[in-house]
T-cell receptor
Framework: DSGVTQTPKHLITATGQRVTLRCSPR?????VYWYQQSLDQGLQFLIQ???????AKGNILERFSAQQFPDLHSELNLSSLELGDSALYFC????????????FGSGTRLTVV | QQQVKQSPQSLIVQKGGISIINCAYE??????FPWYQQFPGKGPALLIA?????SEKKEGRFTISFNKSAKQFSLHIMDSQPGDSATYFC??????????FGQGTELSVKP
């Protein structure tokens, strides 16, 4: 157990729908990072939050949004889902506002049908 | 300039052999180079990392070799075991920013 908790583990939904993925970082970690892993694109950085504030943005679609709450858990919202959004979504956390020593969760496997 | 290129895509090694995975980067501002190991159904786990001020770092059977002038770094797994069969990712970041990952190498160690 890495200490980073992601729920749900699996999600199957239809095109056009909206889903919310949840991440609880390791105790004491202030930064949360979201990554998308697909077979053809590898691990792609989506967005980072540090202590509730957005700090960096990657190749995140406008249909996707995220936030980090005062208790430091984070949610990734995916809307108007398309078949191509099917992927593994990982959350990682680190103690500081920096990429050293990420700890990843086990991911949420999203299948859009 | 943000890319990290990893090779090979897949690798088959006999038990007891040496597994070698290579990565190349373009952005000379990168200052942190970790390797992650991922088993099926799990998230990537940090294996070993190096900073550009050293040319080699060893932890048990795992060694990172770093060539700053060539902008390349590699992971060597000595005495490879079937339990090492996994997908390996190299990555890079600058000034503590987001990690940029290579495409991954699927390693299979045959008994």
């Amino acid at each position: 157990d890495s200490g980073v908790t992601q729920t749900p583990k699996h999600l199957i939904t239809a095109t056009g729908q909206r889903v919310t993925l949840r991440c609880s970082p390791r105790s004491g970690d202030l930064s949360v990072y979201w990554y998308q892993q697909s077979l053809d694109q590898g691990l792609q950085f989506l967005i980072q939050y540090y202590n509730g504030e957005e700090r960096a943005k990657g190749n995140i679609l406008e249909r996707f949004s995220a936030q980090q709450f005062p208790d430091l858990h984070s949610e990734l919202n995916l809307s108007s889902l398309e078949l191509g959004d099917s992927a593994l979504y990982f959350c990682a956390s680190s103690a500081r506002n920096g990429g050293y020593g990420y700890t990843f969760g086990s991911g949420t496997r999203l299948t859009v049908v | 300039q943000q890319q990290v290129k990893q090779s090979p895509q897949s690798l088959i090694v006999q038990k007891g052999g040496i597994s070698i995975i290579n990565c190349a980067y373009e952005n000379t501002a990168f200052d942190y180079f970790p390797w992650y190991q991922q088993f099926p159904g799990k998230g990537p786990a940090l294996l070993i990392a190096i900073r550009p001020d050293v040319s080699e770092k060893k932890e048990g059977r795992f060694t990172i070799s770093f060539n700053k002038s060539a902008k390349q770094f590699s992971l060597h797994i000595m005495d490879s075991q079937p339990g090492d069969s996994a997908t390996y990712f190299c990555a890079a970041s600058k000034e503590g920013g987001k990690l940029i990952f290579g495409q991954g190498t699927e390693l299979s160690v045959k008994p």
